[in-house]
């Protein structure tokens, strides 16, 4: 049988990360109705509430019992506001290596999120889950996201050339996809042995 990662939440100083629940809907329709969302990530476009139904109801809690990876909410611990998803995928259970990829919401961009959940799901993989590797890809021109990859201390491996799909905005408003060079970061339990890390409380 494939393994699967346990029903978990993960608490940082700032953010509660735990499984998306139906009254997520309307903050993740929200949420992923937006530019850089639709540029860098496969996300349906435009993202209805149907879609954010689908998603929570459906396919996240199948990625788990699947044993594909798991996909958490991320909520500020003081206001219940949720602001972003970390999703693992592509679970390699016998290499013990997976995959991350991630969204924050427009309206908590710029506060350090991003690195914060990402940092303390890389944690419990590796000291609680005992895995090896983290993987995170991004777009050439994501900077954001190569910010958030350099922050909590991935190295850059390489450039898969012309390897991912994009989107980009067209003179009538609508929008296209392009072709992309995709840059490949990893992350292994001891690059985190020297950085002290949010930390993190798994429940
Ligand atoms: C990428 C993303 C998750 C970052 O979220 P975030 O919570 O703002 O990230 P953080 O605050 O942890 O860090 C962002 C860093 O990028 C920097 N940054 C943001 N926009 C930037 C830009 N256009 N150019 C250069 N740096 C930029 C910020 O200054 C920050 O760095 P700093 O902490 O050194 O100042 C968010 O922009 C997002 O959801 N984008 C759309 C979806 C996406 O691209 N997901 C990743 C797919 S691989």
Same mark, same amino acid.
């Given at each position: 049988m494939t393994p699967t990662f346990p029903d978990i939440s993960i608490s940082t100083d700032r953010l509660v990360l735990r499984p998306f629940e139906e009254a997520d809907i309307p903050e993740l329709t929200a949420m992923m109705s937006d530019e850089l969302t639709a540029t860098w990530t496969?996300?349906?476009?435009?993202?209805t509430a149907a879609e954010a139904r689908d998603w929570i109801t459906r396919r996240a809690p199948a990625e788990r019992a699947e044993g594909r990876g798991i996909v958490l909410a991320v909520h $500020? %611990? %003081?206001?219940?506001? %949720?602001v972003g998803s970390v999703h693992l995928r592509n679970t390699n259970w016998r290499a013990l290596a997976t995959e991350v990829g991630y969204v924050v919401a427009p309206w908590a961009r710029g506060e350090g999120y991003a690195a914060e959940s990402v940092l303390a799901v890389a944690q419990w993989l590796f000291q609680?889950?005992?895995?090896?590797r983290l993987e995170l890809r991004t777009a050439a021109g994501n900077t954001a996201s190569q910010q958030v990859a350099q922050k909590i201390g991935? %190295?850059? $491996?390489g450039v898969l050339r012309n390897a991912l799909i994009v989107r980009s905005r067209t003179e009538d408003g609508g929008w296209t996809d392009i072709r992309t060079d995709l840059i490949v970061w990893g992350l292994l339990p001891e690059d985190l042995e020297d950085a002290p890390g949010p930390g993190y409380r798994a429940g």
């Open positions: 496969s996300a349906p476009v435009p993202y $500020e %611990l %003081l206001t219940h506001r %949720l609680d889950q005992k895995f090896e991935c %190295l850059s $491996e």
